[in-house]
């Protein structure tokens, strides 16, 4: 994907953002979930440990879970004697502007908090923090941990994420002509890879380390110890609606101060995990201990140091 297209692609998704964000509904989303009894969350169904399908189909994860007691508590404030969670699948091309016109309440993925995108959405306290790496063929040409290696290869990323966007701009900066190929989610983009049709793949490291580990030639990959670029990852909220976002910010923090997080965050990183019950054994960085002991919501990579 070169550059323009890309950038025909961004000012799209900004104005269909743009237009549809006055939909919500005038009430809030509080008030639609009381009169409804539902709550809509968006999830990645293909991004593992944090939103994916289980050996039945079942949408399951690290954040997707988190997301499913934010609903609970929520539901318990509004004194509602049940509630409907409803999953809707999403991409990272489609989650902003989901969340815009209303389709979607929360996203429940790896958004990562940038600043830039606080102008379309709002984001609820970080709840993990990941960094960029690169992942290419044993044997490959490359260097895992040098972008510049890749000179005039292809690099695969998903469309509309942090690692798409990081490569692009690198690439445009060094003068590097690296080859980005947009992948609807983070299996696509790593199938680019291992046909061939792609040199390396930018991800997140644990979804890369998920990815790699899941791959029936596992041991054919290496994964870059150096990371790129950092990436706080927080649930994504409509923007302007206060009350909505202060309920739910209330929720996750009550869930990292009562242990449940660091629960979640064993389960998925530290036990098996479907679909071949591998266990990524992916302690909690000091960093994420950081962010759980002292919630926030800021796009800063400064405030995580």
């Known amino acids: 994907m070169t550059i323009k297209p890309i950038l025909a692609w961004v000012c799209a998704l900004v104005v269909s953002a743009g237009a549809t964000v006055a939909r919500a509904d005038d009430g809030g989303r509080l008030d639609r979930i009381r009169k409804t009894g539902t709550i809509q969350i968006g999830?990645?169904?293909?991004s593992p440990p944090f939103a994916f399908l289980d050996n039945d189909g079942k949408p399951i994860g690290y954040t997707l879970e988190i997301c499913e007691h934010v609903a609970q508590r929520i539901k318990a404030k509004l004194g509602l004697a049940a509630i409907q969670i409803r999953h809707v699948p999403v991409q990272s091309a489609t989650r902003i502007p989901l969340i815009s016109n209303g389709t979607i309440d929360l996203e429940c993925g790896t958004a990562t908090n940038l600043p830039e995108r606080?102008?379309?959405?709002?984001?609820?306290p970080t709840t993990f923090v990941a960094q960029i790496v690169l992942v290419?063929?044993?044997?490959?040409d490359v260097d895992v941990n040098d972008l510049a290696s890749f000179r005039g290869?292809?690099?695969?990323a998903q469309a509309g994420g942090q690692?798409?966007?990081?490569?692009?701009?690198?690439?445009?900066?060094?003068?590097?002509?690296?080859?980005?190929?947009?992948?609807?989610?983070?299996?696509?983009?790593?199938?680019?890879?291992?046909?061939?049709?792609?040199?390396?793949?930018?991800n997140d490291d644990a979804m890369?380390?998920?990815?790699?580990?899941?791959a029936p030639d596992s041991d054919s990959y290496k994964i870059g110890t150096k990371g790129l670029e950092f990436a706080p990852y927080g649930i994504l909220e409509p923007k302007d609606d206060p009350a909505f976002k202060a309920a739910v910010?209330?929720?996750?923090?009550?869930?990292?101060?009562?242990?449940?997080?660091?629960?979640?965050?064993?389960?998925?990183f530290e036990s098996p995990i479907p679909p071949r019950q591998i266990n990524l054994?992916?302690?909690m960085s000091d960093v994420l201990k950081r962010a759980l002991a002292r919630p926030t919501d800021s796009g800063d990579p400064a405030d995580y140091q």
């Open 136 to 140: 290419a063929r044993k044997g490959a």
């Open 43 to 46: 999830f990645p169904d293909a």
């Open 208 to 214: 890369a380390y998920t990815t790699v580990a899941n």
């Open 281 to 283: 054994k992916l302690p």
């Open 118 to 124: 606080h102008k379309l959405v709002s984001f609820a």
């Open 153 to 156: 290869k292809a690099i695969s």
């Open 163 to 202: 690692t798409q966007r990081y490569v692009v701009q690198a690439s445009a900066r060094d003068n590097l002509d690296i080859r980005v190929m947009a992948a609807k989610d983070t299996a696509e983009a790593f199938l680019l890879l291992s046909s061939g049709r792609a040199q390396g793949t930018a």
């Open 249 to 268: 910010d209330e929720a996750v923090i009550g869930l990292m101060k009562d242990g449940t997080v660091a629960r979640l965050y064993a389960k998925y």
